[in-house]
């Protein structure tokens, strides 16, 4: 077994490509690119509508429906019957070009009952605009 062993004292020639100088260029043709391009002016024409702007869109009625301690329920503070009541009111409200905002106001302690019948009136006449009212008194 033989072992190649180098007495030379000469270094290893290192062949790297020297990258300064194309840096140089590039940066050279990068400058002269944008001092030769046209400044562009961002301006954008608008056809701003002549005349009286038309009126704001009414806002919608608000109806609270209240649901008592013993499950009777109030339309906007008037006594309601019963359920068959309500829907008929609620067939009225579905029935105006502006549905009302409904606004539904269960007391602490109403039965559940009386408000998921009131809630599932309200589905069945698909009216959208419902919110739950007076939850700060649950806390």
């Given amino acids: 077994m033989a072992f190649n062993v180098s007495t030379s004292s000469a270094p290893d020639v290192l062949v790297d490509i020297n990258t300064t100088p194309l840096i140089d260029v590039m940066l050279v043709l990068l400058i002269m690119l944008i001092i030769t391009l046209p400044i562009q002016l961002h301006a954008v024409s608008l056809n701003n509508p002549v005349g009286n702007p038309p009126p704001p869109p009414m806002p919608p009625e608000v109806v609270q429906i209240d649901i008592n301690a013993d499950g009777t329920l109030a339309w906007n503070g008037e006594l309601v019957a019963d ?46 605009k419902v919110g739950l009212v007076g939850g700060e008194q649950f806390l």
Avoid: C, F, I, W
């Avoid at 009225?92 to 269960?106: D, F, I, K, S, Y």
């Avoid at 109403?110 to 019948?117: C, E, I, L, M, N």
């Fill in 83 to 128: 359920v068959p009541a309500l829907e008929a009111r609620l067939t009225g409200a579905a029935q105006q070009t502006v549905p009302p905002e409904l606004h539904v106001r269960p007391d602490r302690h109403s039965p559940y009952k009386a408000v998921a019948a009131v809630m599932a009136a309200v589905q069945r006449h698909n009216l959208t």
